[in-house]
Each structure stands twice: as C-alpha cells, then as structure tokens.
T-cell receptor, first 114, second 113 residues
C-alpha cells in the first residue's frame, strides 16, 4: 500500500497562475483533508471531504477550491495564486471521519508563489 | 474558540534521557480526542499517541506516554529513553468536531548523541 500520495512534491508559480494539487489514497478511507503548514502556525485545515461527493470548508478556505473526484482522489485548486499561498500543503485521509480516527498524511507539496 | 498552544518552540534532550513536551488547549466541549503527531525531517506526519477526553487513564505507547489533565486542559507528551530517531517536530492536536482537527504550532525536538 502506498498510503496517501501527493503530486507534485515541489512547485513554483507566478502570481496569478493557477494549478491543481493532486492527492490519492489507497486505504479505502471515506474522509479526506487538505491542510496548509506555515512556519510557527502548525497545520490549518483548508477543506475536507467527509465522503465521496461532499466537500466542506475548513478554517482557511479562501482562495482555494476542491474536488472529490472519487473515493480515492481529492484535489486542491488554486485559481489565481498569491504570495500568501506560499506554504507546504498536506493531504490526509481517515477511515470514517470519527473523533478518534487517526489521520494518515501524504508527504506534502512545497509551493512557492513569486 | 478551539485553540492549541505549545509553549516550547524548541527543546533538546540527550540520548537515553527523558523529555516532556507541553500542550494546552481550549474548548468548551466535553467530548473530544487529543493527539500527538510527529513530523521528522522527511515531513511525513505520523501519529504518536491519542487520548479520549472521557478516559481518565493516561495513554501509553511503548516509550511515549501522556499526562492528561482535563480540568487544566493540559496534554503533555513524555518520551522516555530518547533515541536519535525521535528528532522531529511534534504537534499537539485535538478534535472536538468531526473532521475539524486543530493543531498547535509545534515543538522542534532535537535528540543529541
């Protein structure tokens, strides 16, 4: 099992460009998440998907869109990148979205917006 | 507000010694789970230990244990017999609402040989 995979690992964008971060999990998990990690701030939830076909905003959704393509895949799109979106982005998944569930994380994507 | 505070940005410990990482949180809910995640230099986040708020007994996982003080809203992580592989960022987190995990800013732990 690969667990949670993310592509790309690194990306540099210019202000105003768009891009999509891809995430896939092979653990048959129902819930998937996108976080951003900034220095001194821990991880903050951008969007999550409790099940296939549903998505909901997290703590910092502005400037992002998501798509739960199927049970395995959950993508994050930046329509018009801004320097404030420079961050490390993590995708995660959990089995059933219960309070006790462990979240399994991908290796992250380091995004720089110039 | 659902917040998590880790007051120690950096800590170090000698190999084989014991270290305690602090975490406090704020919530008005009674039912929640608390977690410690480890992020080594590879960046891959890994669950270390978790604790249900309704359980009084502190969770343990091999060399890792917690001191959960519900009234004080404190959830510290103790690492015994520290090993070089324990060098990592450690994040305290909690979840009161399903799918809404809140993380602290992290503590960078260095284990020295």
């Amino acid at each position: 099992n690969a667990g949670v995979t993310q592509t790309p690992k690194f990306q540099v964008l210019k202000t105003g460009q768009s891009m999509t971060l891809q995430c896939a999990q092979d653990m048959n998990h129902n819930s998937m998440y996108w976080y951003r990690q900034d220095p001194g701030m821990g991880l903050r939830l951008i969007y999550y998907s409790a099940s296939e076909g549903t998505t909901d905003k997290g703590e910092v959704p502005n400037g992002y869109n998501v798509s739960r393509l199927n049970k395995r895949e959950f993508s994050l799109r930046l329509e018009s990148a801004a320097p404030s979106q420079t961050s490390v982005y993590f995708c995660a998944s959990s089995e059933a979205g219960q309070l006790r569930d462990e979240q399994f994380f991908g290796p992250g994507t380091r995004l720089t917006v110039l | 507000a659902q917040t998590v505070t880790q007051s120690q940005p950096e800590m170090s410990v000698q190999e084989a010694e014991t270290v305690t990482l602090s975490c406090t949180y704020d919530t008005s809910e009674n039912n929640y789970y608390l977690f410690w995640y480890k992020q080594p230099p590879s960046r891959q986040m890994i669950l270390v230990i978790r604790q249900e708020a309704y359980k009084q007994q502190n969770a343990t996982e091999n060399r890792f244990s917690v001191n959960f003080q519900k009234a004080a809203k404190s959830f510290s992580l103790k690492i015994s017999d520290s090993q070089l592989g324990d060098t990592a960022m450690y994040f305290c987190a909690f979840m009161t609402y399903v799918n809404d995990m809140r993380f602290g800013a992290g503590t960078r732990l260095t284990v020295k040989p």
